[in-house]
């Protein structure tokens, strides 16, 4: 409205050309602004890294929808009063893929950040470990993957994926997928298959270890294949969730990359940017007019 108040008032004594140009100038910045603003849909929201990741969209205006289980829990951590669709909250169950339609309805990105979480009576022994009946890592990890990306694909507005998936995804054996004899790692990669061949614009972040310190206080280190091995392999989850922020909000910066993430000590990471051009492998770079000609 201000634009178009902006127009009115500039239009007067101004020639019909000129009129024209600046009523074209307006919706051309209408058009750009509507373009400029994503509608996310956050999945696992009220979990520990999706609601970080919630909390730094909504600060930064983003129009973005939470996809939780529970309402009483959204009200409790959302700080939402009604705690449904009006205010951008989408009951629903990743298991259930007839109850995500609604949250992607309209939406112009996706971030996953479900997991199945296991129960131990102690994490260093994975065979006191259960997952609940129906929440295994094949149930969420991997049709609940499906059923997001599937439900995304059909009914939103189409644009980028970013998945929280896990470093670790290269041993069959390893610890994590010891868990409850879950596989965890196992359906996490198949869920990363899928969407890689879901022809839908995608990043894929691959933590290590998570943590609930501070964002912005390590340095960030980018690798592949668990070919990093930072001692103690932590990252705090307010760093995941800032890196996914920022591929959701400049796409074309991290479209296609799929990288593991820990951190060190080390000069705090302050540019999210640089992880994507680290991410990358020498071939993925740009080439440069001038290499052309070598």
Request: glycine share 8%; hydrophobic share 40%.
């Amino acid at each position: 409205r201000s634009l178009f108040t902006f127009a009115s008032r500039n239009l007067k004594g101004t020639s019909a050309k000129g009129a024209m140009a600046l009523r074209v100038l307006v919706s051309l910045s209408l058009i750009s602004m509507v373009v400029a603003s994503p509608t996310v849909v956050v999945t696992g929201a009220t979990g520990r890294t999706g609601l970080l990741l919630y909390n730094m969209l909504k600060a930064k205006g983003v129009d973005v929808r939470a996809l939780v289980r529970n309402a009483t829990k959204a009200r409790d951590l959302l700080n939402c009063s009604s705690c449904n669709q009006s205010e951008g909250i989408y009951v629903g169950d990743v298991t259930k893929p007839e109850t995500l339609t609604a949250a992607m309805t309209g939406a112009t990105a996706l971030a996953i950040v479900t997991s199945a979480s296991p129960h131990c009576k102690d994490f260093k022994d994975p065979s006191s470990c259960t997952y609940p009946k129906g929440a295994y890592p094949i149930d969420v990890d991997f049709h609940g993957g499906k059923a997001q990306i599937e439900a995304f694909a059909k009914v939103s507005k189409g644009g980028p994926v970013v998945l929280c998936s896990s470093m670790g995804t290269t041993s069959p054996d390893g610890f994590l997928e010891k868990l409850a004899n879950g596989h965890i790692g196992f359906f996490k990669l198949n869920e990363e298959s899928f969407l890689m061949s879901s022809g839908l614009p995608f990043t894929i972040i691959k933590p290590c270890g998570l943590s609930d310190d501070k964002a912005s206080q390590r340095e960030l280190l980018v690798g592949h294949d668990d070919e990093m091995h930072p001692n103690p392999p932590m990252i705090p989850r307010a760093d995941v969730a800032r890196v996914m922020a920022e591929a959701l909000l400049q796409p074309k910066l991290a479209e296609g990359l799929r990288f593991d993430l820990c951190s060190q000590v080390g000069t705090p990471t302050k540019d999210v940017r640089a992880i994507f051009d680290a991410a990358r492998f020498p071939w993925q770079h740009p080439v440069q007019p001038a290499e052309l000609l070598m």
